[in-house]
């Protein structure tokens, strides 16, 4: 493709709503233009690199055994009635009623859809097992859309639904498409963690997250610098040592803490470390229960592991009032010495001696308390987020902490919606057995995005060989030199007889003009032709990471560049 005649149109400066990397870069670089909050136009540029992603995800699935279909956006009411996610799914569903005044949706997700298909055009065990996906658009109206296709509200997604006769055919399904994610994203030249994961709102037993690494990363994961574990710190376990509960060495005492309310504060005014600290958290469930949760001064709390342990969906920190009401102090002085709610406390706890807490009493805290002998609690359990140092729970290694974009998730399902929409085969006995489902997901665009946050420098996009739009951009100095344009594309013809794609540059601009752009668009291979090198016989050859130039004999220029992007490739 000639530049002068392709719709690429760079940026220099960023734009003020851009707030991420990936976001500012292709929007510079003219691979995507914004429609509406969370809406975009995929540019040619950018479509390319789509279709990348697109044709490497399809030749993985169909190695793996899946069958590709297509499904509607739009998706009937009836339907999502029928799974209890009509009501259930919240204001990010999108839904809208046609001439008729019938309801429908537009679909983020195809668990409904998939299963009424396969309800309607599968009948028996010797249909299966079967694996179907699609391609396809999703919508999901995003309180706050941002960061460009990391969060937004229209997206490409590559969505596939297993069926079998029972958990066993649902493990050989999950692991062929774990495995197919990890050829898929290992394809597309990312650096990425696969890590245990909480099933979310889609249900299920089971699931992982791909996350690409990534400093500007929105999730937290931790994995093992000795093994293959590796988990969202959402789900990550902790392991617990087995030490024996330390002896008291100290009566319990009370300490003035004048509007000391943080660890923090009380940890400097005391003059003492965090980890020295308690925490009580007054915590309200979603069923309307309060209870007090304790953990070490230094650590979070863990809530799904606390809301999997309670059997409810969600937990928040209680009212100001109900804080004063339950424990007679205003927030940042809660302990559980003398507190008469139900108390849950982390595994650490359990291994402190001598330390403190809250006492219950406004500006005062506990010193020397013992967990056994100055209070009780009903259950130890772990309930704080993994970090960095933690021994790993499947080993004797020790964890590290990263910062990871999800570009995919694959859940097992079970019998989650074919139980809902009643989803039956005929068994090898004549009767009726429920399908049990796995769901595959991964985000075309949001990949590419990753992509630019893991592959990039100061001056713009360093894309990996197997998604790049172009493979090699050939950069004409002076197009109106007869000598130049003829060798640049005399190059160009070679290397698309050969099969590589190509950008050859031809417009009349200032060399230092197209440089910038060859860097912000980040094709890997830049060749320069102008009339200093051909005196030499010679072109010059940038790799776009790293920066490494070298000389290119004019002669074997094109059998070169087709070898370093066939290694590219691999």
Request: aromatic fraction near 6%.
């Amino acid at each position: 493709m000639r530049y002068s005649e392709y719709l690429l149109s760079t940026l220099k400066e960023t734009p003020a709503d851009a707030e991420i990397t990936s976001h500012q870069l292709m929007l510079r670089a003219g691979m995507i233009r914004k429609v509406a909050a969370g809406i975009y136009s995929y540019l040619p540029l950018g479509l390319r690199s789509i279709r990348k992603v697109e044709r490497i995800i399809r030749e993985e699935m169909e190695r793996a055994g899946a069958i590709e279909l297509l499904m509607p956006m739009v998706i009937p009411a009836e339907l999502w009635e029928e799974s209890g996610r009509w009501e259930q799914y919240g204001k990010e569903l999108m839904r809208l009623k046609d001439r008729k005044d019938t309801s429908f949706c537009l679909g983020p997700t195809h668990e409904e859809v998939i299963t009424d298909i396969v309800r309607r055009e599968v009948r028996s065990y010797r249909q299966l097992p079967l694996n179907l996906y699609q391609i396809q658009g999703k919508f999901r109206d995003e309180i706050r859309p941002r960061f460009g296709l990391m969060r937004g509200r229209e997206f490409i997604m590559k969505d596939a639904y297993s069926f079998d006769m029972d958990e066993k055919g649902l493990d050989v399904a999950y692991e062929k498409m774990y495995q197919a994610y990890r050829r898929i994203f290992e394809r597309c030249g990312l650096k990425f963690r696969a890590v245990e994961a909480d099933t979310g709102n889609i249900g299920g037993t089971a699931s992982h997250e791909f996350m690409v690494l990534a400093d500007s990363g929105e999730d937290a994961i931790v994995s093992c610098d000795s093994c293959e574990y590796a988990a969202n710190v959402e789900k990550a376990e902790v392991r617990q040592s087995a030490v024996s509960p330390p002896a008291p060495t100290r009566e319990m005492s009370r300490v003035s803490t004048p509007a000391r309310k943080t660890i923090e504060e009380v940890a400097l005014f005391l003059e003492t470390a965090p980890e020295r600290l308690v925490k009580t958290l007054i915590l309200q469930t979603d069923g309307g229960e309060n209870l007090a949760v304790l953990l070490r001064g230094d650590r979070e709390l863990n809530e799904i592991k606390l809301c999997r342990l309670l059997g409810c969906n969600d937990v928040e920190l209680a009212s100001e009032e109900t804080v004063i009401r339950v424990t007679g102090a205003p927030s940042g002085f809660a302990g559980p010495v003398g507190l008469s709610l139900r108390i849950l406390a982390d595994h650490e706890v359990a291994g402190m001696a001598d330390f403190i807490c809250g006492a219950n009493e406004k500006d005062l805290h506990l010193a020397g308390v013992n967990l056994g002998r100055d209070f009780s609690v009903e259950t130890l359990a772990d309930l704080r987020q993994a970090v960095a140092g933690d021994p790993c729970p499947r080993c004797a290694g020790k964890l590290e902490s990263w910062r990871g974009i999800e570009v995919g998730h694959v859940f097992k399902l079970g019998t989650k919606y074919s139980k809902a929409l009643n989803a039956t085969v005929l068994d090898d006995q004549g009767q009726e057995r429920l399908l049990i489902m796995g769901c595959y997901g991964i985000g075309v665009g949001r990949t590419v995005a990753a992509a630019i946050e893991q592959n990039h420098d100061e001056n713009g996009i360093i894309f990996p060989m197997p998604i790049a739009p172009y493979q090699v951009l050939v950069t004409m100095v002076n197009p109106n030199d007869e000598a130049v344009n003829a060798a640049a594309v005399d190059l160009y013809r070679s290397l698309q007889d050969s099969g590589v794609e190509v950008l050859l540059d031809d417009r009349d601009e200032r060399p230092g003009s197209k440089f910038k752009d060859a860097d912000l668009i980040g094709i890997p291979l830049r060749v320069t032709v102008g009339a200093r090198g051909l005196k030499e016989g010679a072109l010059e050859l940038q790799e776009r990471r790293g920066g490494e130039r070298t000389m290119l004999p004019l002669a074997e220029a094109a059998g070169l560049l087709v070898e370093a992007v066939r290694k590219g490739l691999r």
